[in-house]
């Protein structure tokens, strides 16, 4: 599944990534498409600034939860500082991490 490499982060996200995800949600739950619906729902939400993008990971991570790829895959359209990991021992296990949190991690150990 071809999704954005850590080096194309700081470019602009094209068209053609955003269709192959969508795609890859689609094949996934092709027997389950109220999950490909509930994922443009939950899109549609953030776009109209109903929810926020923490509301956005836990609900996405929460949708595809079981499906690692399509997790991380997701990284691709959160917005800088903004990132899901996978535990690698408890592949059902997800940790967000902001730039903020990130920087006071930081303080806190100076």
Request: aromatic share 10%.
């Amino acid at each position: 599944m071809p999704f954005r490499t850590p080096d194309s982060f700081n470019r602009p996200l094209n068209v053609t990534e955003a269709l192959t995800y969508l795609d890859a949600i689609k094949a996934q739950f092709r027997d389950k498409p109220g999950v490909y619906n509930r994922f443009l729902d939950i899109m549609k939400d953030f776009k109209n600034e109903v929810i926020d993008t923490s509301s956005v990971i836990a609900q996405v991570s929460a949708l595809f939860r079981g499906n690692p790829t399509l997790i991380e895959g997701f990284n691709t359209f959160l917005p800088p500082g903004h990132r899901i990991q996978i535990s690698p021992d408890q592949h059902n296990t997800m940790s967000t991490t902001t730039q903020s949190e990130v920087n006071h991690a930081a303080i806190e150990t100076r």
